[in-house]
């Protein structure tokens, strides 16, 4: 007989007649006002058996007046840990942990934990898709539950500065051209053959860093023509 059956039983009783709880190795009574002055009254500590007499005074012609002894085990409350399946996120350098919302649980004794393929972590900062496990452990009267949810850090896009100009000679390559740290040419080798202003070149800004996208852009390059050079003897 479970918990809940009990409840019932008694519930329905207590509706025709008086119902007294007498927990038997202290025979101290318990009146039976509302359904949680039930639990309260045989609540004891995991794992001990709790054996109570139960009398029943009917005061309804269709009930017969009874006195019985009910043994309880008493176990941990099962536990849920409920969350949304997927977070989403974009890196900033923070722990995303600490950001998860909407977790939830009956479990009012332990802390959360998390952990990835089994292995239990404490921050989680990197860009990248995670399958994360949400637990809380067991604890003196509660059993462990947990959930497993998707985490997505996506890359951060960095600041970037493309309005670049250089004044090159025609003939120059680009690679002569010196880009500020974390620039550089998409064709380094590239010979300027041609004179003019306002010529585009692909540059690409990468922070070698897998939590940031690179950025493709442009940036301008004045070509001039040659000085001339005579020579008389």
């Given at each position: ?11 329905e ?18 009146s ?15 794992g ?5 007499i139960?009398?029943?005074?009917s005061n309804?012609?269709?009930y ?12 941990r409350?099962?536990?849920?840990t409920?969350?949304d399946?997927r ?10 942990l ?7 649980t009956?479990?009012t ?6 952990s ?7 921050s989680l ?13 067991e604890?003196d009267?509660?059993t462990?539950?947990?959930?497993t ?15 670049q ?24 080798e ?17 922070l070698e ?7 493709s852009g442009?940036?301008?390059?004045n070509?001039?023509?040659l ?5 008389v003897?």
């Open positions: 007989t479970t918990e809940a059956e009990v409840q019932e039983t008694i519930q009783l207590s509706e025709n007649g008086t119902v007294t709880l007498t927990k038997k190795d202290t025979l101290q009574a318990q039976l006002v509302r359904r949680n002055a039930v639990v309260n009254s045989y609540f004891g500590e995991v001990e058996n709790i054996t109570y139960l009398k029943f005074v309804n012609s269709n017969k007046s009874f006195e019985t002894e009910i043994t309880f085990i008493v176990t409350i099962e536990a849920y409920n969350a399946s977070y989403e996120f974009v890196f900033d350098g923070s722990d995303v600490s950001r998860l919302t909407n977790i939830v009956n479990n004794e332990s802390s959360v934990e998390f990835i393929d089994g292995e239990e972590i404490t900062v990197n860009a990248g898709t995670y399958s994360l496990t949400i637990t809380y452990p604890s009267h509660y462990e539950s947990s959930t949810v998707t985490i997505f850090v996506d890359k951060a896009t960095p600041i970037t500065n493309f309005n100009t250089y004044n090159m000679y025609w003939n120059d390559q680009l690679n002569e051209i010196t880009l500020p740290s974390n620039y550089y040419f998409n064709n380094p590239t010979v300027l053959s041609t004179v003019g202003n306002g010529q585009k070149f692909d540059v690409t800004y990468d860093d897998e939590n940031y996208y690179t950025v442009q940036v301008t390059v070509v001039a023509k000085d001339g050079t005579i020579t003897e």
